[in-house]
């Protein structure tokens, strides 16, 4: 990548020094002065990871208020996997918010939105007759899944697993397992959502696919009988659970069971998605054909854009204006996803997806840390799961000291799991070899000393 030097602007892009550079502390002034304003002006239920404040932001780095320029290993929850501002996207969103901004799709329609359909139609995994409906945000496309589901089957129950993220709207939330921070004081949540156990290979015993699959469908006939499920939803790798890529063989007898008792099998993409695991979407890689695919963060370079997508006999089950909403499939998002969604299919983003798991694990397999319980995940999506060696209990508390070492440092790094023992490493595939193994260091570094 040829490095355009644009350190006095604020302009973003892959054009910003690609580098770690530290000018203050971290928070420096500038941000702690704009933090204090947030903490007067924004509710407090809204957290803050890392509070430097951002002014630009490109290729492998944030560079805040205080002009500190830090390595980005979270991409924004796996959203800017394309790269912050990537030039094509921001003129694509150029050029669309010059000609309209918004017309609301279901009013009067534009082609942008159809060509995304088309694209996603074309790009998930199967070559059955497909349709797409697109949303604002990951929960309101877990949503619609859900509603297609139940129109399609007349069916109610939907069942998620152990350790599930599936967003903060009433019925995410009912689907996501996790009590704090996201359904604490909440409820009540959703009716008609049952928990099934997880294959979670490090922490089931060993369970073979087939065998946690067993045990996950026996539990869901004896308590709920397909009878009256709709649908099954499960991230083919899970995100904010904590990086779980479930032993091989458990995806695949989901979807064969759900296919044989007519209950919708939905695999929530929103993280694994769009490039992220070094296939366009992670249900590649045991070759399972989901009947429907909720899709969000990496499909537009950071607009916000959700889409649902899957068999035609299933997405057409809801009748004309049953799914919509004011700002779906906004026209500026979609000229975003549509100059993403070209990144994806010809630029060589897979492969360098896979190159950075390998740099990944050739990192921490270095380091060799007892305290590393696994390395786990798939080309971006990456995680080591902390542990007390003598135990092998969760350290939840030496996983927050590495992440608030590593901010201090430098990195934005981001953690996960069921018991906050996950530091998790989600880089855009637009970051440089060298840029990744500076922040990979540093987190070793950090490692090291807490
Ligand atoms: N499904 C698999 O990972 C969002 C949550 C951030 P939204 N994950 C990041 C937070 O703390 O709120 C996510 C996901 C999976 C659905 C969602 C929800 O997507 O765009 O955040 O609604």
Redesign the pocket.
């Known amino acids: 990548m040829t490095l355009v030097d644009t350190t006095a602007s604020t302009v973003g892009g892959p054009g910003l020094p690609q580098e770690r550079r530290l000018v203050t502390e971290i928070p420096g002034p500038r941000s702690r002065e704009i933090h204090a304003r947030k903490q007067a002006a924004v509710a407090n239920g809204v957290g803050v990871t890392l509070p430097v404040y951002i002014t630009a932001a490109g290729g492998g780095v944030v560079v805040d208020a205080d002009g500190n320029s830090l390595i980005d290993l979270g991409s924004g ?1 796996a959203v800017t996997t394309v790269g912050n501002s990537a030039p094509e996207v921001a003129a694509a969103v150029t050029a669309q918010v010059n000609a309209f901004t918004h017309t609301c799709f279901t009013i009067t329609g534009y082609e942008g939105y159809v060509e995304v359909a088309e694209a996603l139609n074309r790009l998930t995994p199967g070559d059955h007759a497909k349709r797409s409906a697109l949303f604002n ?4 496309a ?1 949503e619609n899944a859900i509603k297609v589901a139940r129109s399609y089957t007349g069916k109610q129950a939907v069942v998620a697993f152990d350790h599930a ?4 709207t009433n019925l ?1 939330m009912a689907l996501t397992a996790k009590s704090m921070p996201y359904k604490s004081g909440f409820g009540p949540f959703a009716p008609e959502v049952y928990r099934a156990p997880l294959s979670y290979p490090l922490r089931d015993g060993g369970l073979t696919g087939a065998e946690a699959a067993k045990i996950a469908i026996t539990q869901i006939e004896k308590q709920i009988g397909a009878a009256n499920l709709a649908a099954i939803i499960i ?1 083919p790798i899970l ?2 659970g904590g990086f779980i890529v479930p032993a091989e063989g458990f995806l695949p007898a989901l979807v064969a069971w759900a296919n044989a008792n007519d209950v919708v099998f939905i695999a ?1 993409e ?2 694994s998605g769009f490039g992220r695991t070094g296939d366009m979407f992670a249900s590649e890689h045991e070759g399972i054909v989901p009947d429907l695919v909720v899709t ?2 990496g499909i537009a370079g950071g607009l916000p854009l ?1 889409a649902i997508t899957g068999r035609a006999e299933i997405m057409d089950a809801p009748h004309a204006g049953g799914l919509g909403g004011t700002y779906t499939g906004n026209p500026l998002a979609c000229a975003a996803a549509l100059a993403a969604i070209e990144l994806y299919e010809q630029g060589d983003l897979l492969a360098r997806a896979r190159r950075i798991e390998e740099i990944i694990r050739e990192k921490f397999a270095a380091a060799a840390d007892p305290r590393i319980a696994e390395v786990r995940g798939r080309g971006a999506m990456m995680a080591i799961e902390l542990v007390d060696p003598a135990t092998g209990e969760p350290d939840a508390g030496l996983t927050s000291r590495v992440a608030a070492a590593a901010h201090a440092d430098g990195v934005v790094l981001l953690t996960c799991g069921t018991y906050g023992n996950v530091v998790r490493f989600l880089p855009s595939l637009a970051i440089s070899d060298e840029l990744l193994g500076e922040g990979l260091d540093v987190v070793i570094a950090a490692l090291a000393r807490a």
């Open positions: 929850i945000s990951g929960a309101e877990v993220y599936h967003g903060r995410t991230e995100g904010e929530d929103v993280q969000a963060k959700s």
